[in-house]
């Protein structure tokens, strides 16, 4: 079966940090682009960052930049995103996806050309 496994989520204090990890299953990671997402309640899942399939380009949303970091371990089949300086608006259930389709090894597009999602992982940020 192909999916995700996220990880590394918890409840942390305004201006902490935190390492999520994406564990891959199924299939070969470095065939595909990768994106982090999160949807917080109430509202509808966005994408945080991107990392293309060879991890020469990233992107990441303005309300991340600067505190957010994607990175890639092909050979391990993991995707890390550390985040620093956490705010409450980060509060979310954080998701990793892989684009696919034509286009699979660059970031971009809409959310519905990702696919094997896992469960994710809970972040909260709360005093």
């Known amino acids: 079966q192909l999916q995700f496994e996220e990880s590394g989520g918890g409840l942390v204090q305004p201006g902490g940090s935190l390492r999520l990890a994406c564990a891959a299953s199924g299939f070969a990671l470095d065939e595909y682009a990768i994106g982090w997402f999160r949807q917080a309640p109430g509202k509808e899942r966005e994408g945080v960052s991107c990392?293309?399939?060879?991890?020469?380009?990233?992107d990441y949303v303005d309300s991340v930049k600067g505190r957010f970091t994607i990175s890639r371990d092909n050979a391990k089949s993991t995707l890390y995103l550390q985040i620093h300086s956490l705010n409450p608006e980060d509060t979310a259930i954080y998701y990793c996806?892989?684009?696919?389709?034509?286009?699979?090894?660059?970031?971009?597009?809409?959310?519905?050309?990702?696919?094997?999602w896992g469960q994710g992982t809970q972040v909260t940020v709360s005093s």
């Open positions: 996806a892989a684009r696919v389709g034509p286009l699979k090894h660059l970031c971009g597009g809409l959310i519905g050309e990702y696919d094997f």
């Open positions: 990392i293309s399939s060879s991890g020469g380009r990233m």
